[in-house]
């Protein structure tokens, strides 16, 4: 008998709210639903499309477990919605923002590698609360299979979070970030302020941009010429462009000159 014709499916509990915060109750048929995917991803991916909205963070993060084992059609439907379910969140309690970062890995490597930037970019977003460990969790563990999916289309994520975060963090006016203060080099350096979000997806934007120039997922004067076009947004960008010029190895020494004189 078809799972979708049971509505206990479709009783996920309230989010409760009391004296001392809010609680997540537990979703009863979560387990058993994480179960049967295994054995009729097919029956489990209708019942999660007919899930009801839930403000039970919980219970999100169970449907976004099952999001990972159901077909990725049923998969990639529910994530559009939940993209806009995260806009309208307050804050993003712990444990779920990685849960959803292991199905922003789940499409890249399903070859939905768009709508896990999509979700990337709402997840990530510099205004999103909750807790900067889990942040650079999901950099350093989802971000890579986003990467190897659709380089350009993941570098271009990353820099517009760091252009989102410079320009919520200052109220200076574009391109004057004064980064050289706050990072006096892009490489690692001592001197380095570390000033939170900032600084890691400086870190995170030069890293990516290396990764993808040493394994040729773009050329290197088209990686270059990315980072000085996106310089007349922020100097940090201009600056990244002079790094990658430096430490390529497929950089020639007429791209070195035309850049000096």
Request: hydrophobic residues 45%; glycine residues 6%.
């Amino acid at each position: 008998e078809s799972l979708k014709k049971h509505s206990v499916f479709k009783q996920i509990p309230d989010l409760i709210r009391h004296d001392k915060g809010i609680s997540s109750p537990v979703w009863p048929a979560a387990e058993y639903l994480k179960k049967m995917a295994a054995l009729i991803p097919e029956e489990v991916g209708k019942v999660l499309l007919e899930a009801p909205q839930t403000d039970n963070q919980r219970a999100v993060g169970d449907l976004a477990e099952l999001a990972c084992a159901v077909p990725v059609t049923n998969a990639v439907e529910w994530t559009h919605g939940v993209i806009e379910w995260i806009k309208k969140q307050d804050f993003l309690s712990f444990g779920l923002p990685r849960t959803l970062g292991s199905l922003i890995s789940n499409l890249a490597q399903r070859g939905h590698a768009s709508t896990g930037v999509a979700l990337a970019a709402a997840l990530l977003d510099p205004a999103a609360h909750f807790d900067a460990w889990e942040y650079e969790q999901i950099l350093s563990k989802n971000i890579p299979d986003l990467v190897a999916a659709s380089p350009e289309g993941t570098l271009s994520l990353l820099c517009d979070l760091l252009d989102r975060t410079i320009a919520l963090s200052s109220e200076r006016s574009r391109p004057y970030d004064f980064s050289f203060i706050w990072r006096p080099a892009i490489e690692d350096h001592g001197q380095s302020l570390n000033l939170g979000l900032r600084d890691i997806l400086v870190v995170y934007v030069r890293d990516t941009a290396e990764q993808i120039g040493r394994n040729s997922l773009m050329p290197a004067l088209t990686l270059i010429e990315f980072f000085e076009k996106r310089g007349a947004s922020w100097q940090i960008f201009s600056r990244i462009a002079l790094h990658l010029l430096r430490v390529l190895p497929t950089t020639t020494a007429g791209m070195v000159a035309e850049r000096l004189l």
